[in-house]
């Protein structure tokens, strides 16, 4: 079997053989006695014999994650990376600004030209056949777009649909983000903030709103994470913590997920983090807006409901008149996350315009549709992990260094000093206090600072801190420096909070993020 510690890293053919074999593995595994005539038309499939096929059921039963299904394939795999990190580096960045260029140079002109760059920085330069491989690896529809434009892309590579026809509950997901059409005012002093994003999520059958994430800081990969997790959980008992006795059944995992193009739904963990858990995900096309009319909408009614509460900036200027936002900003952003969920609560119990019926019905009848009910992540820590922000980082003697901080558990003394290892290390930017190590096993391990004096952090806070040490021309490596400097910004932040605007935004956006993080509870022996 493939080593599993980092699913990012598994080369994109073996992936691709693991993602189509767990849309056909998965249902046989739900059956408890396949039907012979399925396990046969499964097994011409996916090509395999019969007792390669009862493998990766039993495989996929103890582990219902993509990743299970993975298995060794001979050879080089085309594109594989066995080339140092720095020859890796030149030839990408000689494929994305010279041979992506409207001049349309040749494979023999790029390898020239990586041989020239890796001239300049001493390197070996790699074989022809190296750089063809780097090449033949990149969508085709991306490089005709780089090198002919986006009319050129579509007009080969666009799918032309036929009628838009979504009948089962969770089988498309749309998700997008807007800024929120009303100033929130900070919890301390109730001075104005800030306009808030909102994440939201919907299922396209029913039209319930399948989860929403509120936030002061700008959409980002996290954010996406967040809503994902928001959408898959039962949402009783948050609606519970709310003061909120509503019913809102939406929970599981979506089997297709659509979003835009933004840089944030584009990360290969974002990517991996999905499919490892069966969900498909695809974007909207270039071009092609009523790809998302349906988000587009429900942001729409979100945002109408939103311009009666007070510090409502409206859609525009001349919708707003005289009318001081800021002035008469009055909410909290608890305060707005209620109303959003009283909001949406409501929403699913009106009659839908399109629909005929109301949201909440017509997910009873979407979910009436489905052949299996819906499947809830075989390891909900994991879930949540496996669409974090990630990077790889050897285990040395003394812990694991990231962003110039050193992190240290027990569990790593297995790894420390080993060269040539690298283990998949992800990170929660609102609290930088712990971090989550993948260890060859595919186990997850949540592993703290080695100094457990130091306080918990927010990446943003760690990046001022090292702004005012740069500045200062000081080490941006040294540990305590940095938390010298951290608390040094907090004390000047907390005196200036009642003063300025920035100094408010910045306090409420570090004390939300601190106090938003859940411990983790990972059980070191894994799931049953």
């Known amino acids: 079997m493939v080593d599993r510690s980092d699913i990012n890293a598994v080369d994109d053919t073996a992936w691709e053989q693991a993602v189509v074999r767990e ?74 600004d010279f041979f992506k260029s409207r001049q349309k140079p040749s494979i023999n002109a790029l390898h ?116 994902i997790q928001h959408l898959v959980q039962p949402k009783l008992d948050w609606l519970g913590s709310l003061g909120i006795d509503a019913d809102w059944p939406t929970a599981g995992l979506p089997e297709t997920i659509h979003v835009d193009n933004a840089k944030e739904f584009h990360s290969k963990a974002m990517r991996r983090g999905a499919e490892e858990h069966g969900i498909s995900l695809q974007y909207r096309p270039i071009g092609a807006p009523h790809y998302g009319g349906h988000i587009e909408r429900l942001i729409g009614t979100m945002m109408g409901a939103a311009h009666l509460l007070p510090g409502s900036t409206f859609s525009n200027i001349k919708d707003r008149g005289d009318y001081d936002s800021a002035a008469k900003s009055a909410m909290t952003l608890d305060e707005l996350e209620r109303w959003f969920a009283l909001e949406i609560t409501r929403y699913h119990a009106e009659r839908h315009r399109s629909l005929g019926i109301p949201p909440i019905a017509a997910w009873q009848d979407a979910y009436g549709r489905r052949d299996l009910p819906l499947r809830m992540p075989y390891d909900p820590e994991g879930f949540r992990i496996d669409f974090l922000p990630a990077v790889e980082r050897m285990v040395r003697r003394d812990g694991i260094h990231l962003f110039g901080l050193r992190y240290w558990d027990d569990v790593l003394s297995i790894w420390a000093g080993r060269e040539g290892r690298q283990l998949r290390v992800s990170y929660d930017p609102r609290d930088l206090s712990t971090v989550f190590v993948r260890g060859p096993d595919g186990q997850r391990y949540p592993v703290r600072f080695a100094d457990l004096r130091h306080p918990p952090i927010t990446l943003a806070e760690h990046r001022r801190a090292q702004t005012v040490l740069r500045e200062r021309g000081r080490s941006l490596e ?21 003063k300025t605007r920035e100094a408010r935004r910045f306090a409420e956006r570090r004390d939300r993020a601190l106090a938003s993080v859940e411990p983790p509870v990972i059980d070191r022996n894994g799931p049953d």
């Open 478 to 498: 040294d540990e305590n420096l940095i938390f010298a400097v951290i608390e040094e910004q907090r004390a000047l932040v907390d005196v200036a909070a009642g």
């Open 112 to 227: 020239k030209e990586v041989r020239r760059r890796c001239g300049q920085h001493g390197l070996r330069t790699p074989c022809w056949t190296s750089v063809r491989d780097r090449v033949a690896v990149i969508d085709p529809a991306e490089l005709v777009a780089a090198r002919e434009g986006a009319k050129a892309a579509r007009s080969r590579y666009h799918p032309v649909p036929g009628t838009y026809q979504i009948e089962r509950a969770f089988e498309v997901v749309q998700i997008d983000h807007t800024l929120v059409d009303v100033i929130v005012v900070d919890r301390a002093y109730r001075q104005p903030l800030q306009r808030p994003w909102v994440t939201l999520a919907i299922d396209i059958a029913s039209r319930m709103v399948a989860g929403f994430y509120l936030t002061l800081e700008p959409p980002s990969a996290l954010s996406v994470a967040l809503v």
């Open 23 to 96: 849309g056909v593995i998965r249902r046989l595994a739900n059956m408890a006695s396949p039907d012979r005539v399925e396990f046969l038309s499964a097994c011409r499939q996916l090509g395999l014999k019969r007792s390669r096929l009862y493998e990766l059921i039993k495989a996929y039963r103890a582990r219902p994650i993509t990743s299970s299904l993975l298995t060794a394939a001979a050879g080089t795999q085309t594109g594989s990376r066995r080339l140092p990190e720095g020859i890796e580096a030149v030839i990408a960045g000689a494929i994305e």
